[in-house]
C-alpha cells in the first residue's frame, strides 16, 4: 500500500481523485466533485462532473454520467458523458450517450450509442404517434406505425478489432 506524498483536500473540487483500490468492491450511489479512479469492482449509481477512469482490472456496472470515461477495463451498463475513450484491453457493454467516441485497437464495443438529446426525439416522435387518430378503414394503414419507427432503430452494434 502506497501514501500520497501530496495531501489532497476536499476543496480542491475537480482537483480531487477517489480510488477505488484493486482487490475493493464498492456499491451504491456515488455522487463527487472530482475524479473517480476504479481498480477494483464498482456497482450502482455514479455521478460526476469529472472523470470516471476505469482501470486495467477495474470493473464497473451500473449507471453513470462523467464529464469523460478513459476505459482499459470493463464496463457494462449506461453512460452519460462529453467524451468515451476505451483504450487496448478495454471493454464497454451497454448504451452511451456521448458527443466524442474514440475505440482503439484489441479493444471491444458491444452496445448502443446516441447522440445526446437523441433519445428525447425519438421519444417526441413516439409520442406524435401514439397521438394520431387510428385509420376508420379496415385496409388502410398509415405510412408511420410505432412498429415502423420502434424496426428502424438500431437494437445493436458491434465494433471489435482483433
Known sequence: MGFLRKAISASHGNNSVTIVPRGARLAGELLIDGSLHINGEFDGLLDTHSSLIVGRGGVFKGRARAHEVLLTGQF?????????????????????????LQIEEHSEFLGERIYPGLEATVIDEVHELLEQPMPTQQNAEPDLTLDNLLDSLPTQITLKDG
Open 76 to 100: 457494462d451498463g449506461e453512460i452519460h458523458c462529453d467524451r468515451l475513450h476505451i483504450f487496448k484491453g478495454g471493454v464497454f457493454r451497454g448504451r452511451v450517450a456521448c458527443e466524442q
